[in-house]
């Protein structure tokens, strides 16, 4: 019985709010006494039938009830009392006098709640997208029939299809509480076709038990919705499986652009640089930079700033790894341990500088509007628009990477040195600039990589102490010198450890990806991909 009197107030107001012309009209005396002199359930039923009527003039009563100016007149009467002076709610009439036996009105959760729905009713005719959207956000919690002739108003006049879905799915949950099966079984299917996960919890109400008999006693109408609820699972299933595939992708476009420099200089020049993370940091910290000049000096200009600070973090980078190749590594080539020390402690250097100069903190680095929010593909699956663009963006680096190597005479002179340096030197190739010029090259896409992960997370002094392990497991595995191998060898690893993270845990996850490239590289020690050609050790 507790569950079907709320049921029958909804359909008491229904009908009155049906009753009048076209099913619009002002609201009644009747329902603003009910407001001030009713119990609970009377002032539910007189709040849903005001919304159902969809009257400004309504908002001044409803008003008075949020804020406790709706007073009470001997049980008959209903009075708006702003502590100094009293007029009739219903008339609008001012009183000569103030009463002296004014009765404040008690509310519950209940009526807060459906005074909610009201303002949110009344809030479907504005003009303003926005708010019409917080509004039907707003009615999905307090769907009744009462409403529904709202509801098809607002469907009606409304052109913007996110709220137009949100208006279907309310109207949906609406009636799943009329009196005529037909329209609570159409309901059910509309409710089980939009894979939201709310939907699914509307639907299991009815599932649900009263002591020994179900909440919903027709049984065509609990298969019904058991069937609807299936179609739920099933979609945010498939949201999920498709989530994991795009931050696996996510995550592999980052260890790409980490580890497409190191492809070049670890890849193609046979240098072990530690350093290579901290030459993506300095990347990010440029971007950093960037976005406090234009802030602070060009504040117009604040959307376009990642734009202006990608080729401000590659030229950071290239002249930071350029000096450390001419001063360092150039005379450390053939000797691997003497320069994996010496670049791990370039990298502790370059660390400290960072630390002094920007502090030991974390800084943020802000997205811009059209980097911020992202795009709703499936119920529980949303695309953040800074992934989708570090996606973009590493294609378009690999490309030019394909390009720069395999279209011109830099990248001839650095697939002859890396082939054969002698026989490079021996018809003419300057080996040392080369080396130099790849060097620098390679360092300059870390930077990018930095400035590409300033969109995603903070910046710190340790950001590359993050990727340089999967950096050099992304180059091995997808074979030494290899672009094409580190291209796969990034996505594949991506997905891989996503995939797995889901079944066993972020640290499982990386022990068995570790375990699998000690395997791979057992079997195969050349990599995916093996160099074609004769070499000549150096």
């Known amino acids: 019985m507790t569950f079907m009197r709320p049921a029958l107030l909804a359909l008491l107001s229904l009908a009155i709010s ?8 002002k609201p009644a005396p009747e329902l603003v006494l009910q407001l001030a002199t009713g119990d609970n359930d009377a002032k539910v039923a007189a709040l849903y039938a005001i919304a ?14 949020r804020d406790d100016t709706l007073k009470s007149l001997g049980g008959k009467q209903a009075i708006i009392f702003d502590g100094e002076t009293a ?11 103030v009463p002296d036996e004014l009765e404040d009105v008690v509310s519950n959760n209940r009526v807060t709640n459906a005074l909610d729905g009201a303002f949110a009713a009344l809030a479907l005719s504005s003009a303003d997208q926005s708010e019409r959207l917080e509004a039907v956000k707003k009615l999905q919690d307090s769907a009744n029939p009462a409403i529904l002739p709202l509801l098809d108003k607002a469907l009606a006049t409304e052109s913007d299809p996110q709220i137009a879905k949100l208006l279907r799915l309310t109207q949906a949950a609406a009636q799943l509480q009329h009196p005529d099966k037909a329209i609570r079984l159409a309901a059910i299917q509309t409710l089980g076709g939009s894979g939201e996960p709310n939907a699914k919890v509307l639907l299991g109400a009815l599932l649900e038990k009263e002591g020994s008999s179900y909440r919903e006693a027709d049984e065509a109408l609990r298969v019904a919705a058991q069937q609807a609820i299936n179609s739920i699972n099933s979609h945010l299933k498939l949201g999920e499986a ?7 992708l996510s995550l592999g476009s980052i260890l790409l652009l980490a580890a497409l420099g190191l492809a070049i200089t670890y890849g193609l020049m ?17 971007a950093y930079a960037v976005q406090n000049l234009i802030r602070a000096h060009a504040p117009d200009l604040f959307e376009f700033y990642p734009l202006i600070a990608i080729p401000v973090s590659f030229c950071a980078s290239a ?15 053939g000797r691997p341990l003497e320069t994996l020390l010496a670049t791990w402690g370039i990298s502790l250097m370059l660390i400290q500088a960072v630390r002094s100069l920007f502090g030991a903190q974390n800084v943020m680095v ?3 509007a059209w980097l911020s929010g992202g795009v709703q593909v499936m119920s529980n699956l949303i695309l953040p628009y800074n992934r989708l663009a570090i996606i973009a963006f590493a294609v378009l680096v690999v490309i030019g990477m394909g390009l720069i190597l395999s ?7 650095v697939r002859a040195v890396t082939q054969n340096r002698q026989m490079a030197s021996c018809v003419g190739v300057a080996t040392p600039r080369v080396d130099t010029m790849a060097f620098g090259l390679g360092s300059g896409i870390a930077g990018l990589a930095g400035c590409a992960l300033s969109q995603v997370g903070n910046v710190g002094p340790d950001l590359g102490q993050s990727y340089i392990i999967d950096s050099f497991m992304v180059v091995v595995l997808g074979g030494v010198g290899q672009l094409a191998g580190t291209v796969y060898a990034a996505l594949g690893l991506g997905v891989l450890n996503k995939l797995l993270e889901g079944f066993a845990g972020a640290v499982l996850a990386k022990i068995a990806v570790l375990v699998f490239i000690i395997i791979f590289i057992q079997k195969r020690p050349q990599g995916l991909f093996a160099v074609k050609g004769r070499f000549v050790d150096n």
């Open 52 to 65: 159902g009527s969809a009257d400004p003039e309504a908002l001044p009563i409803l008003e008075a009830l």
């Open 242 to 248: 498709a989530g994991g595939l795009f931050t696996g």
């Open 87 to 97: 007029s009739d709610a219903i008339s609008g009439e001012k009183l000569a006098k």
């Open 366 to 368: 802000e997205n811009p």
């Open 319 to 333: 002249l930071v790894g350029v000096a450390m190749e001419r001063l360092v590594i150039r005379h450390l080539y």
């Open 407 to 413: 279209r011109t005479r830099l990248g001839l002179f």
């Open 18 to 25: 049906l009753a009048s012309p076209l099913g619009f009209a």
């Open 270 to 286: 046979g240098v072990i640089n530690m350093a290579h993370g901290e030459l993506i940091m300095i990347g990010a910290y440029a």
